[in-house]
């Protein structure tokens, strides 16, 4: 996944026993070009009790005054230290960790991104939804104007522990895409791209970028985009198809050719544009196929 080296190693002895405490430095420059990342570990014998992450990453600016090194070089003399003044603190494994829901998993997870109930990407949700459940699978609509998600403040922790420290509902989505073997976004075009909402989620699926990257956690999902827009023709959707296949990409989720649906505006009921609960229903029933995997 990536190069590990340990940069610096201090061995301390304690009545509580013996400590060692490690500076790692990770090259994760296959994942963002110069990334590093330094994890100071502190060791009771071999178990690890407590890990500390910063990246190259972190600070907001190329030539910011926090040089991560210094940072990690710092947390490493201080833990150092503290271990051999207070080693009773280090007795039992500490973590930074947000763990994902143990249940909510299913086979088709559908991003439903309009805010609108029963509006035109609801409808095409519901299509989806029944037709996973034709197909004898499980599946689950996620309405993501129900839910409490905030935008991604770009952080970079989740480079570091492979979790999100924002404490909102994310957790949910996450573990659900994880699990799912099909993820379909129903989406409307909002000002040439996708609801600020949907974009919210998209963004914070970094976390899930990272899981993959940092923890070796695969998705191995195939991908629809069904979109829908006011206006005719494919200028529309330009932008969305982009958005949502960088979204895909970035998770190795592999995209299907996606349903777009214009000319709302006029028509205003998706079910009243010929053809378009047929051609959704096709395109996911392609997918829900047994794979040839020859
Ligand atoms: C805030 C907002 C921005 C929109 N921007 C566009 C746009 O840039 N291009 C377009 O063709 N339609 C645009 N629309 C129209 C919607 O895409 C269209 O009404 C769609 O059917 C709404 O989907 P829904 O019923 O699933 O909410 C916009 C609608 C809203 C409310």
């Known amino acids: 996944m990536h ?23 990770d090259d994760l420059g296959s994942i963002y070009p110069g990334m590093i990342r330094y994890t100071v570990e502190v060791l009771r014998g071999t178990e690890a009790v407590y890990t500390y992450a910063v990246n190259s990453y972190e600070s907001a600016r190329p030539d910011s005054p926090i040089d991560t090194r210094k940072v990690a070089e710092i947390v490493f003399f201080r833990l150092a230290h503290d271990v051999a003044s207070r080693p009773h603190a280090y007795t039992r494994p500490r973590f930074f960790t947000r763990p994902l829901p143990g249940s909510g998993t299913c086979d088709v997870v559908i991003l439903q991104g309009s805010p609108r109930r029963f509006g035109n990407s609801a409808r095409i949700a519901s299509w989806c ?9 499980s599946s ?3 309405f993501l ?3 409490d998600i905030r935008a991604c403040i770009g952080c970079y922790t989740c480079y570091n522990y492979g979790y999100c420290p924002v404490d909102d509902d994310m957790p949910g989505i996450i573990r659900a895409l994880e699990s799912a073997s099909v993820i379909v976004v129903c989406t409307p075009v909002y000002t040439s791209t996708v609801p600020a909402g949907l974009k919210a989620v998209i963004d914070r699926c970094q976390w899930l970028h990272a899981r993959e990257k940092v923890l070796g956690r695969e998705v191995h999902a195939r991908g ?3 979109a829908v827009a006011g206006r005719r023709g494919t ?11 960088a979204f895909m990409e970035n998770l190795g989720i592999l995209p299907a050719g996606p349903v ?8 205003r009921d998706v079910g009243k544009i010929e053809g378009s609960e047929g051609d959704v229903r096709a395109a996911l029933r392609a997918l829900l196929a047994p794979r040839d995997e020859g």
């Open 129 to 137: 939804d029944d037709e996973a459940a034709r197909a004898g699978l």
């Open 145 to 147: 104007q129900d839910m």
């Open 260 to 267: 777009l649906i214009g000319d709302l505006d006029r028509v």
């Open 140 to 142: 689950r609509v996620l």
């Open 235 to 245: 200028d529309p959707f330009v932008c969305v198809t982009r958005v949502v296949d």
């Open 224 to 226: 629809l985009l069904v």
């Open 3 to 25: 190069e590990s080296a340990a940069e610096k190693i201090r061995s301390i002895e304690t009545p509580e026993g013996t400590f060692t405490v490690r500076l790692i430095l």
